[in-house]
């Protein structure tokens, strides 16, 4: 009997093939994931409507503009806290700037945000909501921070709680702030996720929070994944460090978000 995996999941699946072999064959994903051939055109159909994809006779392949620039996984926490530590440490010193004594803040997990609660410890009488288990240690340091957890199901890998029940509770606050990393920053296609179930919790926060706060290392620019998050012009401010593309630069000009580089 073949797994039965939800939609994301197969299209997970799926990039991840044509990541590895180049291209895809619609006769041998049916097979693979015994669905009929129509069902698989169907998911081919959608990875092109997100842009990642261009089809062929009788598969896909990656689109030109895509193939070097697609992000299929992130490594755990623990290394990627490692990896540009300066950066994320000025990063999160640079948000913790944004945020004054008494307000409410909603975070997401993940090593950006992790440094930005390492410093905005010394904001008092915070009111900090979280979808994250992995930095729940570092706010229970910070003495006079009152702290809610979404509930959900935990995802594991990444300590994350997730699903409905994690989004509908980030339904019930609105935070003067909110504050989540990201995977991949596209001028042309926007932010993204590796994985769907923390991509609506990054959807959810952009529409709770007054304000929302973006926090990624420049090495995020110019690449993209598999979930949309929001286009750049859905945020309020985008916090990196000073080697962000030119680019990206002129483009927020043009826009209301407000770039603040470290």
Request: proline letters at 2%; glycine letters at 6%.
């Amino acid at each position: 009997m073949k797994e039965q995996l939800f939609k994301e999941e197969r299209l997970m699946r799926i990039m991840d093939k044509i990541h590895a072999d180049g291209k895809v064959v619609v006769t041998d994903l049916a097979d693979e994931f015994a669905l009929s051939k129509p069902s698989i055109r169907l998911d081919l159909a959608e990875l092109e409507s997100r842009g990642l994809i261009e089809r062929t006779h009788g598969g896909a392949i990656f689109k030109d503009v895509i193939n070097n620039r697609y992000i299929a996984v992130k490594n755990d926490l623990e290394l990627r806290k490692k990896i540009y530590k300066e950066e994320k440490q000025r990063i999160g010193q640079a948000v913790t700037n944004l945020i004054h004594d008494g307000d409410s803040i909603m975070i997401d997990g993940g090593s950006s945000t992790y440094y930005v609660v390492k410093n905005i410890g010394v904001r008092r009488g915070l009111t900090i909501i979280t979808s994250t288990l992995s930095l729940l240690p570092l706010m229970l340091e910070i003495p006079d921070a009152k702290v809610y957890l979404t509930g959900g199901l935990l995802h594991k890998e990444f300590e994350d709680l997730i699903g409905e029940i994690s989004v509908s509770t980030l339904r019930r606050f609105k935070p003067n702030y909110a504050i989540f990393g990201i995977d991949a920053i596209s001028m042309e296609d926007g932010l993204f996720s590796t994985e769907s179930s923390t991509a609506e919790i990054k959807k959810q926060m952009i529409v709770s929070g007054a304000k929302s706060i973006v926090v990624a290392d420049s090495s995020k620019f110019g690449n993209v994944s598999l979930c949309h998050v929001a286009n750049i012009e859905d945020v309020d401010y985008m916090v990196t460090d000073n080697n962000i593309p030119p680019e990206y630069i002129n483009h927020m000009k043009d826009t209301h978000v407000k770039l603040i580089t470290v």
